[in-house]
């Protein structure tokens, strides 16, 4: 019996009462309840606080209103003991078949255990990485494109249908800046002051003058265009390989400077005038944002005629909508804090809602430590460290768990000593360890032929039930990761897991030992064995981190 199961049964319960009239609840039977797995082992299999909740509305004391609802479950199907504990709170204890039965529904479901279609196939667009093409992906970068993917595999195994976006910057100071450099580099002369230093910006002008010969030659304009749109294409090129070999796909690349071209910026002004949002002001263009959140209103278009940066802005967000999109996610550097308000401000301009239509999630910086130390990298990047850094110094699994397992709003320490280990002290080498371990079991049990089978009534060992529950718990983990926008929680779960299957293995036998003769007992765990294999194959394909047969 899942978590899921079990709150269908409490309000299958509420309701009946409900219908009988031994309760009243004016504003109905709720869908759901909470329903967790109690701190102490003692306190049952699983506790819900739906008569705290509940007992007010009905006009009752919470222990009477619990004891209700406790004496209509323990004549359920499946349920084996259920005890009123505290002010109100209900403490389950499931039966071994029923708890059991967990693995035989894992096996069934497969690998669409955990998923569910709470999404509705609602489209979502993912925006994420979005790094401006004048350098390698960098370490902070490679954090976005680590969590947005996984986010995106998430929202995809929730019902989402999702659209993994990134924001091509080709339109602006920072191109100027980058083509300047490599025009430079070309030549053979200084970086420009506020140019971009490093070996590859050698490495990305040595590759336009290979095509293009004469170009460190032409009149400057001339030579900068070539090392523009060449330079670029080069770069570019550089980091979509890079995120490919990292396992993080896109769908589209959009380009900033086909909202200028296309008069994209002019259509979303337009609209927004449309909508009583856009004044006149000092020979500027406004957007009324400030009664929207925003700390003031924002120049639109200049003075001078040209649009400021949060024209582009509008353009986008609403080119976006246009193309379908129910929900747009944004995932941002800590740099882009204030960003977020006069964000928000513009999606309610369009008449959406923020934080439904619009979500930005923030995220903050990473390190790279060795012996303590933060690392800090050599010339080709000009003292910057890259995601092929990371990867180099702890291979792609170990890099792409390191950078998901901590909450996206706090500052992340990767020690790469750490993570390069083939022990139990590195995270990800531990869960793919029991990935591989419950592998060796089953391949070793298929040499024996010895089939696993479904006999849920014979896992009555403590182990067992805990490693069940764990199992259980996996839809909910999936469910609140990406409801919560907090794919760390997948990797956490993992570990728990993994430690769980541990535990059991250690206690619990198996594989018959030598003239022993195979029993339903080894059928059942073998069962178990191949649910364990399922769930934490699944967990970990979330991350998009191998879960190897053999380690």
């Given at each position: 019996?899942?978590?899921?199961?079990?709150?269908?049964?409490?309000?299958?319960?509420?309701?009946?009462?409900?219908?009988?009239?031994?309760?009243?609840?004016?504003?109905?039977?709720?869908?759901?309840?909470?329903?967790?797995?109690?701190?102490?082992?003692?306190?049952?299999?699983?506790?819900?606080?739906?008569?705290?909740?509940?007992?007010?509305?009905?006009g009752m004391p919470p222990r009477d209103f619990a004891g209700l609802v406790a004496e209509r479950l323990r004549s359920a199907d499946g349920i084996s003991g259920v005890d009123?504990?505290?002010?109100?709170?209900?403490?389950?204890t499931v039966d071994a078949g029923a708890q059991g039965a967990v693995a035989d529904d894992i096996v069934a479901a497969g690998s669409a255990y955990g998923g569910s279609e709470e999404g509705g196939k609602?489209?979502?667009?993912?925006?994420?990485?979005?790094?401006?093409?004048?350098?390698?992906?960098?370490?902070?970068?490679?954090?976005?494109?680590?969590?947005?993917?996984?986010?995106?595999?998430?929202?995809?195994?929730?019902?989402?249908?999702?659209?993994?976006?990134?924001?091509?910057?080709?339109?602006?100071?920072?191109?100027?800046?980058f083509s300047r450099s490599l025009l430079a580099s070309a030549r053979h002369q200084p970086t420009p002051e506020d140019g971009y230093p490093g070996q590859y910006v050698a490495d990305v002008a040595a590759a336009v003058v290979a095509e293009h010969p004469e170009a460190p030659d032409l009149p400057d304009d001339e030579a900068l265009e070539v090392f523009r749109e060449n330079g670029v294409g080069v770069m570019f090129a550089e980091i979509r390989q890079t995120l490919a070999d990292f396992r993080v796909p896109f769908d589209t690349y959009f380009h900033e400077n086909d909202l200028y071209e296309s008069g994209a910026t002019d259509r979303a002004i337009a609209r927004l005038r449309e909508l009583g949002n856009i004044y006149e002001k000092d020979g500027a263009v406004w957007l009324a944002t400030q009664k929207y959140g925003d700390d003031k209103d924002r120049v639109i278009v200049k003075s001078?005629?040209?649009?400021?940066?949060?024209?582009?802005?509008?353009?986008?967000?609403?080119?976006?909508?246009?193309?379908?999109?129910?929900?747009?996610?944004?995932?941002?550097?800590?740099?882009?804090?204030?960003?977020?308000?006069?964000?928000?401000?513009?999606?309610?301009?369009?008449?959406?809602?923020?934080?439904?239509?619009?979500?930005?999630?923030?995220g903050q910086m990473v390190n790279l430590l060795s012996h303590g130390s933060v690392v800090r990298m050599g010339k080709r990047t000009g003292n910057i460290v890259t995601l092929l850094d990371l990867v180099e110094a702890v291979g792609i699994d170990a890099a792409r768990?390191?950078?998901?397992?901590?909450?996206?709003?706090?500052?992340?320490?990767?020690?790469?000593?750490?993570?390069a280990k083939a022990t139990s002290d590195n995270p990800v080498f531990y869960v793919q360890y029991a990935h591989a371990r419950v592998s060796s079991i089953l391949?070793?049990?298929?040499?024996?032929?010895?089939?696993?089978?479904?006999?849920?009534?014979?896992?009555?060992?403590?182990?067992?039930?805990?490693?069940?529950?764990?199992?259980?718990?996996f839809p909910r983990v999936v469910a609140a990761a990406t409801t919560l926008r907090e794919p760390h929680r997948v990797a956490r779960y993992l570990e728990d897991t993994a430690a769980s299957y541990h535990r059991f293995y250690d206690n619990c036998r198996v594989l018959p030992m030598g003239d022993e003769e195979p029993s339903d007992l080894h059928r059942a765990r073998l069962r178990l064995v191949e649910a364990t294999r399922i769930v934490l194959a699944n967990g970990l394909g979330l991350l998009a981190v191998s879960a190897p047969d053999r380690m």
């Open positions: 019996m899942t978590p899921e199961q079990l709150s269908d049964l409490i309000v299958a319960s509420l309701a009946d009462l409900s219908a009988g009239g031994a309760i009243t609840l004016p504003s109905g039977v709720p869908e759901t309840v909470t329903v967790e797995r109690p701190r102490q082992r003692g306190h049952g299999d699983y506790a819900t606080n739906a008569a705290l909740r509940l007992a007010k509305q009905a009123v504990a505290g002010p109100g709170f209900l403490n389950i609602q489209k979502v667009n993912v925006e994420f990485v979005s790094a401006n093409p004048t350098g390698p992906v960098t370490l902070a970068s490679a954090r976005w494109a680590a969590v947005g993917d996984t986010l995106s595999r998430l929202l995809e195994a929730s019902g989402y249908l999702v659209s993994r976006e990134y924001y091509f910057n080709d339109h602006g100071a920072q191109i100027d800046r001078d005629g040209h649009g400021a940066y949060i024209s582009g802005d509008a353009a986008y967000y609403l080119d976006k909508r246009e193309r379908g999109f129910d929900r747009c996610l944004i995932l941002l550097g800590a740099d882009h804090h204030g960003y977020v308000g006069r964000m928000m401000a513009l999606c309610a301009a369009f008449g959406d809602e923020p934080g439904v239509n619009l979500e930005i999630i923030i768990y390191a950078l998901v397992r901590n909450h996206i709003e706090t500052n992340l320490d990767i020690d790469v000593d750490l993570w391949r070793n049990a298929a040499d024996l032929g010895l089939d696993p089978a479904g006999h849920p009534e014979l896992l009555t060992h403590e182990k067992e039930g805990e490693l069940l529950r764990a199992l259980a718990e």
